[in-house]
């Protein structure tokens, strides 16, 4: 079995910043690309950012200059280093990554259970 774990969500003030991490375990052969994605209240669930394992990134127009991705693929994880948080980066943020694991010969997604980012005065 394969698991993504969050962490790093929290409350914070508009301006303030947050590093979210995510970790994968388990019976895993290799990763592909991993990646955020965030769900606000109301609205459905949008890409953050992405990066391969080379570490070409890619990021939604919104977060650009403000949000960084990064992984350590000796330790299988993938980071988001979130700056100058605004209200409307409110949401669940869900970690994805395409795993191939040792009881499968292809990539399939899995997903993290989230981790809620609230940025309130």
């Known amino acids: 079995q394969v698991h993504l774990v969050e962490s790093g969500g929290d409350s914070v003030q508009p301006g303030g910043s947050l590093r979210l991490s995510c970790a994968a375990s388990g019976s895993i052969f290799s990763i592909n690309a991993m990646g955020w994605y965030r769900r606000a209240p109301g609205k459905q669930r949008e890409l953050v950012a992405t990066?391969?394992?080379?570490?070409?990134?890619n990021y939604v127009d919104s977060v650009k200059g403000r949000f960084t991705i990064s992984r350590d693929n000796t330790k299988n994880t993938v980071y988001l280093q979130m700056n100058s948080l605004k209200p409307e980066d409110t949401a669940v943020y869900y970690c994805?990554?395409?795993?191939?694991?040792?009881?499968?010969?292809?990539?399939?997604?899995?997903w993290g259970q989230g981790t809620q980012v609230t940025v309130s005065s």
């Open positions: 994805n990554a395409d795993i191939r694991s040792l009881a499968q010969l292809g990539f399939r997604p899995y």
């Open positions: 990066i391969t394992s080379g570490h070409n990134t």
